[in-house]
């Protein structure tokens, strides 16, 4: 990497912004919270991009997202003002940074979850689970990038290019109880798509 020019003279606040553009998805949203102009958003990204003499973002059909320089970044970034928000934290908050948020469906909790009891992870953290559905403030993918949670577990793929999808597991039988006069009952065929259409 090679070293930049002035860097003793770099304005912090362009870091600020970079991670609020990054975390609110988009310039736009970035500017209200920020309480500045989508111009200001604008020439505060150009100077971080000048700064390091490398596209940060790319510009697409969806709007900017973050280029590969500018995903690394981010990850150091984010680092650094999490460490700084840390030195404010009490023991409550250290206590809740112990905390893994799991966000899925009842299959996700009576499914998958009495697998993790195996797993040590269960002795290093306090799980909670909680279910997610489309409606609300924030969708799945933001609320991942915004820190309210640390996994997903769900039946659709999430569409980001600031979250990695995994398959954790191929589901070819399992069994449905519904009461006679579910809607369920008049379907020839039943997937969990079907059983969870709340989920994403």
């Known amino acids: ?42 020439q505060a990204l150009l100077r971080l991009q000048n700064l390091y003499g490398e596209e940060l973002f790319i510009r697409t059909r969806k709007g900017l997202v973050p280029s590969s320089k500018g995903k690394s970044l981010h990850q150091v970034f984010r680092q650094a003002i999490e460490s700084i928000e840390n030195t404010l934290c ?55 990038t915004h820190g309210y949670a640390d996994v997903i577990m769900g039946i659709l793929d999430i569409k980001s290019e600031m979250i990695e999808s995994y398959l954790i597991d191929n589901l070819s039988d399992f069994v449905c109880v519904c009461g006679e006069k579910s809607p369920l009952v008049g379907l020839e065929k039943i997937s969990l798509y079907n059983n969870q259409p709340e989920l994403f």
């Open 90 to 144: 009490d023991k409550t908050d250290a206590q809740e940074s112990n905390e893994l948020i799991v966000l899925g469906s009842d299959i996700t909790e009576n499914y998958y979850f009495p697998a993790l009891l195996d797993m040590m992870l269960v002795n290093r953290y306090i799980i909670k689970h909680y279910a997610i559905k489309k409606t609300g403030e924030y969708s799945p993918a933001s609320m991942l």
């Open 1 to 42: 990497m090679r070293p930049i020019k002035n860097a003793k003279k770099i304005d912090y606040n362009l870091i600020k912004v970079f991670d609020t553009v990054i975390t609110e998805g988009n310039a736009t949203r970035a500017a209200r919270k920020l309480d500045v102009t989508p111009a200001a958003i604008s």
